[in-house]
């Protein structure tokens, strides 16, 4: 079985500053990771996902991520954050089978707050 | 990618009611999932919602609760039974393809009172 761990509830940060929201994922298998971001009363939006290949993803709006296998984390950061940033950022895993496949069953963190403030 | 609309979008209900949410896709999709984001929490996958035979529920949720169907590639319902405050939650569809992201529909708010 997979879990999430995000290490941060709540990060208050000031507009311009850059942040860095961390994850950090256990799974016995290969996994897929992603970051998901959800603004207030909205669904989930995608913002980047790791699948293979290169662990430095960027994704919309300016974020990035890293896959760190050995540490097992893939934490999103972005240089420069904007007022419209607030919002929750979720980091999920998806569990790919022995033959490298997965169908985007998700396990989700507990999601991380990000403030901007002005 | 894949657009999902979810039908109600919220909905406040009495208690010892049910509900029926409707998920529909403007593709065929392999996977279609449900989860359930209760207030100030992360999302739990509720069960998997399987063409043509009955879902796969995750521990913690049973099918005399949640009764799902899927009767095609599309569409998918969930239906929460028997509601109690305790249901109070967002309900979300998602749709999964062969090795890439899932997709969310934008979530029924249900209220139970």
């Known amino acids: 079985a997979q879990s999430v761990t995000q290490l941060d509830s709540q990060v208050p940060v000031f507009e311009e500053a850059p942040v860095e929201l961390r994850c950090n994922y256990s799974?016995?298998?290969?996994?897929?990771l992603f970051w998901y971001v959800q603004y207030p009363n909205q669904g989930l939006q995608l913002l980047l996902k790791?699948?293979?290949?290169?662990?430095l993803v960027k994704g919309i709006n300016g974020f990035e991520a890293e896959f760190n296998k050995s540490q097992t984390s893939f934490h999103l950061r972005k240089p420069s954050v904007h007022i419209s940033d607030t919002a929750e950022y979720f980091c999920?895993?998806?569990?790919?089978?022995?033959?490298?496949?997965?169908?985007?069953?998700?396990?989700f963190g507990q999601g991380t707050i990000l403030t901007v403030h002005p | 990618s894949a657009v999902i609309s979810q039908k109600p979008s919220r909905d406040i209900c009495q208690r010892g009611t049910s509900l029926t949410i409707q998920c529909q896709v403007d593709s065929q999709v392999t996977m279609m999932f449900w989860y359930r984001q209760q207030p100030g929490q992360s999302l739990t996958l509720i069960a998997t919602?399987?063409?043509?035979?009955?879902?796969?529920?995750e521990s913690g949720f049973v099918i005399d609760k949640f009764p799902i169907s899927r009767p095609n590639l599309t569409f998918s319902t969930l239906t929460v039974s028997n509601m109690s405050p305790e249901d109070s939650s967002i309900y979300l569809c998602?749709?999964?393809?062969?090795?890439?992201?899932?997709?969310f529909g934008q979530g029924t708010r249900l209220t139970v009172v």
């Open positions: 799974s016995s298998v290969s996994v897929y």
């Open positions: 999920a895993v998806s569990r790919s089978n022995a033959g490298g496949t997965s169908y985007g069953k998700l396990t």
């Open positions: 919602a399987n063409q043509g035979s009955e879902a796969t529920y």
């Open positions: 790791y699948l293979s290949g290169s662990t």
């Open positions: 998602s749709v999964g393809q062969l090795n890439t992201e899932a997709f």
